[in-house]
């Protein structure tokens, strides 16, 4: 039997000043003509350092413009209306043009560079994109970059929910692992143990790197090399499953339930705590992450409710029916009710 071949990013640079150099990147990647989408204000901020980086490096821009749509009808509108000799597809921003942007890559069949400019969460280096389809929020398979470009000075300055955002959805991993696991044993899938490793290996990375604030370089370094990886495990995997378990189905359950859901990682993050607990997994790790990060003290000045919670671990399942995560059995979601009301943690970040 053949070994499995894999998709991996050609280009990733992951360090302070990278945007400066994002046209050597491009060119090294002998793509000479792109588009190039910003997320919203980016281009005042950014567009002068990109423009004259791209012009130095002598990469052509056919067009260059904010975007600020994930509806997919809008964006094959805008696939398809890419001058043909355009060679590649440059995002740059927050998840919402970095989803638009990998799609239209996507659907053209050209290598796509992501340079997310926050570290909200691992959707900068994954192959699925998060759009609007019939009015509601769904995961559709999407471009795996040909190229990552991450610039920690960009992400050092981002407000900090971001960095929270990121650390809760990287933290996410030791549940989501488990919940594999659990799966697996349960017979309902097949583990990849070479994706279990790298999801593995990126999170125990990152939780065991010492840091004084959440803006140290070394950390914010850590955190994007691992979320990096992520998307690698997905790809080896053929699926989210190693990233992605009753953590994020809870936290897809409060997008659908919540008028304004919060941040995707800091949900997910909650979640996490709370799934550690009824897995009796590593619980004291992910604790002891959240407290040092303050991630546990921003979350508590939020006003997230209990009530939402509840509502969002019932909604669980029917989320991702086809799998089957501790959250899939009526056990499991009552043990997450119990710790939700008892568990002093979650008491104190959670309002009634």
Not at 60 to 78: K, P, S
Not at 165 to 172: F, H, N, P, T, Y
Request: net charge negative.
């Amino acid at each position: 039997m053949a070994a499995k071949t894999i998709q991996i990013p050609t280009v990733l640079k992951i360090g302070a000043g990278t945007l400066s150099d994002l046209g050597t990147y491009i060119k090294q990647g002998g793509i000479e003509n792109v588009v190039i989408y910003f997320g919203n204000g980016l281009i005042e901020m950014f567009g002068e350092k990109v423009m004259n980086s791209i012009k130095e490096a002598g990469v052509h821009v056919y067009e260059y413009c904010e975007l600020d749509t994930v509806d997919i009808d809008d964006i094959i509108d805008l696939a398809f209306a890419i001058d043909p000799k355009v060679q590649g597809i440059v995002g740059i921003g927050g998840g919402k043009v970095i989803d638009a942007a990998k799609y239209t890559g996507y659907l053209r069949k050209l290598p796509f560079f992501s340079v997310p400019t926050s570290s909200s969460s691992d959707g900068f280096s994954s192959a699925s994109a998060s759009l609007i389809i019939d009015g509601r929020r769904n995961t559709t398979p999407a471009a795996l970059a040909y190229g990552i470009i991450v610039d920690t000075d960009i992400i050092s300055s981002a407000p900090e929910r971001f960095i929270y955002s990121g650390i809760g959805d990287l933290v996410a991993k030791i549940t989501a692992l488990y919940d594999w696991v659990y799966e697996d044993e349960q017979g309902y899938t097949k583990l990849d143990d070479f994706a279990m490793m790298i999801a593995k290996k990126a999170v125990n990375s990152f939780v065991r790197t010492p840091f004084e604030t959440i803006h140290d370089r070394l950390f914010l370094k850590e955190l994007l090399d691992s979320l990096s990886m992520c998307g690698i495990a997905n790809e080896i995997a053929g699926s989210s499953a190693p990233t992605s378990g009753s953590e994020h189905l809870i936290s897809h359950a409060l997008d659908k339930l919540l008028e304004t859901p919060q941040l995707h990682g800091i949900q997910v993050g909650v979640a996490t705590y709370l799934m550690s607990l009824v897995q009796d997994h590593r619980y004291e790790r992910v604790r002891t992450i959240f407290e040092k990060t303050g991630f546990f003290n921003y979350v508590a000045g939020l006003g997230m409710k209990r009530s939402d919670f509840e509502k969002a671990i019932d909604l669980a399942p029917s989320i991702k029916p086809h799998r089957h995560t501790y959250l899939h059995e009526e056990r499991g979601r009552v043990l997450a009710k119990k710790f939700l009301n008892e568990d002093p943690i979650l008491r104190d970040i959670l309002a009634d």
